[in-house]
């Protein structure tokens, strides 16, 4: 109850710092005890003892949680917190960045998730860092080509037929490669919607099928549009 949770405040507002740090180990291991622990809690718990390892990993696993529930915006401002967590040269930093970029790219917020995957492929060798290397540029060029179908169609009160026509009209200075294909982008007109892709890590066009880039290795494409019904809050 809102009584309750005063109680609650007013006590811990008054606390020392040591009996402070006690009181969220405390509850830590009781949430952690208990048959489906929170994670999100324990991350809060942990950090609040100052259990800075137990509060990376707690806060990961909610991270990667929320990925799995969809909730990419919420996933990402997770891993952010892991990484400001992290010194610029631990091991597990690449893989974080690349979870974080994932996250950003399936939220919709593909500019952002461009440079995210810049950053990873820097703690990356060899062919995953070529691959984050790809997938930053063509996030970076799905964001461009979103913008110019967008504003084609409110000047113009319709969609493009093809990404021929956005060149054509000035919007683009040219059609976006898809560095996974031989060819560009995908673009197709759905009603009075597009979808925009990239065939991903199979390198073969699905159609538009949805996929995150891990998964299009097994199948289905890169989408960057529609992105409303694959963004989620928590």
């Known amino acids: 109850t809102v009584y309750h949770d005063r109680i609650r405040e007013t006590v811990v507002a008054n606390m020392t710092a040591e009996a402070l740090e006690a ?12 048959e489906h622990p929170d994670v999100d809690a324990l991350a809060k718990h942990f950090a609040g003892a100052g259990n800075t390892a137990k509060t ?10 929320a990925v799995a529930g969809l909730a990419f915006d919420y996933a990402a ?9 992290l010194s610029e040269t631990a091991p597990r930093r690449g893989s974080i960045l690349e979870k974080l970029g994932q996250a950003l790219a399936d939220a919709g917020r593909s ?28 996030q970076d060029r799905a964001t461009e ?13 319709r969609l493009p037929r093809s990404l021929d026509d956005v060149v054509a009209k000035g919007y683009l200075m040219k059609v976006p490669s898809d560095p996974y294909s031989d060819g560009p982008l995908g673009y197709r007109v759905l009603d009075e919607d597009f979808t925009l892709y990239s065939v991903g890590a199979n390198f073969s066009d699905d159609g538009g099928v949805a996929r995150s880039w891990d998964q299009t290795k097994g199948g289905g494409d890169k989408v960057f549009w529609p992105v409303a019904d694959m963004a989620g809050e928590m």
């Open 56 to 65: 990376l990993d707690y806060t990961e696993r909610a991270a990667d949680r």
């Open 145 to 157: 080509t979103i913008l110019a179908i967008l504003a084609y169609k409110a000047d113009r009160s």
């Open 77 to 85: 401002t997770l891993y952010k917190q892991v990484l400001a967590l």
């Open 23 to 34: 009181w969220h180990a405390k509850w830590a291991d009781i949430i952690k005890s208990s």
């Open 111 to 138: 500019r952002e998730a461009a440079r995210v995957f810049v950053k990873a492929a820097g703690h990356h060798t060899g062919k995953e860092r070529v691959d984050l290397g790809w997938r930053a540029k063509t």
